[in-house]
């Protein structure tokens, strides 16, 4: 399985220098290889890989418009160039119903103006030195903060500069992860947010609200770039400062459903959760508080670590009525407002939690998807 590591990495100013420059002229070689598979696309011409890649970088180092282009690495360049084709391949794939999940847009061109920059290196065009820093072609040895060590040789790099200004290595490495040892519990996972999570075993996870916390806060930095001139050196400032601070409150949020999705996958074999419509959902007026909660990242890390780890992760069809279910006699009592928390059940007088109730049915309602095939008996846990 690959996976991505990623360090921070603080190059010096000339080395910030170098990878400007390394950034333009990806971009610009990004936009020439899409620009000419629209050409010959528009005109009816085909084009191969390696007509594209001698024309917009072979060729274009010979002009006098282009000629800068020889100040950077080369693999820069032509890994620029793939990523234009596999851009353009991707949408082509989504269109035809080749690529699996939703369509995907057309390719658009990178501009200058964009908040978050990219490179990309395969073998050839860095390496790790014996001091413990990250050589990249053209730019030089750069300080490397090793937060871990790289499980095996990575395969390439991307050499990235976000929103705040801050520099990071993400290597692609080949990792080979023993399945973690069998255990007997399962759970169930009802999301929300007047708690983050709950249980189907009672535990509950509370909402840690990142963004609600430093709301304050983002809206006077906020403030004070709007006050500021535009185009102005001042200006500059105060975007990197509102940048950094909605990194902090995102850093955080990451952190924070790592550790968790981490804790529930080890501890349990099979983790069932509601497939909730997020974006949805985020259409509504509680649409600040979703997007803080983060539910489809959570899921997300669940679902790719319970593949790593030999754990088993079902998602329940959305539609399936885990709060108006009675867990312990099966009676549908009907929907109900978010207000109520606490109801009883009309059949048979058990008084539920709302959230709680709802975990326990999505976890019977996981394990009937994952066991009927093998016609087993599925039952709630006593």
Known sequence: MQLRYQYRVYPTPGQQDMLARSFGCARVVFNDALRARQEAYAAGVKISDTDVQKQVVTEAKKTPQRAWLA???????????QDARRAYRNWFDSLSGKRKGRKIGAPRFRSRKDNRQTIRLTRNGFSIRDNRKLYIAKVGEVKVAWSRELPSEPSSVSIIKD?????????????????????????GIDLGL???????DGKVIESPRFFRRAERRLRRAQQSLSRKEKGSKNSAKARIRVAKAHAEVSDARRDWAHKHSTAIVRENQAVFVEDLCVK????????????????????????EKAARYGRVFVKVD??????????ACGRVDGPKPLSVRVWTCQGCGVVHDRDVNAARNIL???????RNACGETVSLPA
Do not use: I, N
Not at 194 to 200: D, E, G, I, M, N
Not at 282 to 291: F, G, N, P
């Open 318 to 327: 959305r539609w399936f009525p885990s709060s108006q279910l009675c867990s």
């Open 364 to 370: 019977a309602a996981g394990r009937a998807e994952r």
């Open 194 to 200: 007047a708690a983050f999570a709950v249980l189907s």
């Open 163 to 187: 929103a705040a200004g801050r520099y990071f290595a993400s290597f692609v490495v080949e990792t080979t992860d023993e399945p973690l040892p069998e255990c007997d519990t399962e759970v």
């Open 280 to 303: 949805g959902v985020a259409r509504t007026r509680l649409a600040k508080s979703v997007h803080d909660a983060g539910w489809g990242m959570f899921t997300r890390m669940l679902e």
């Open 71 to 81: 100040e950077v690495a080369s693999v820069v360049l032509v890994q620029a160039c």
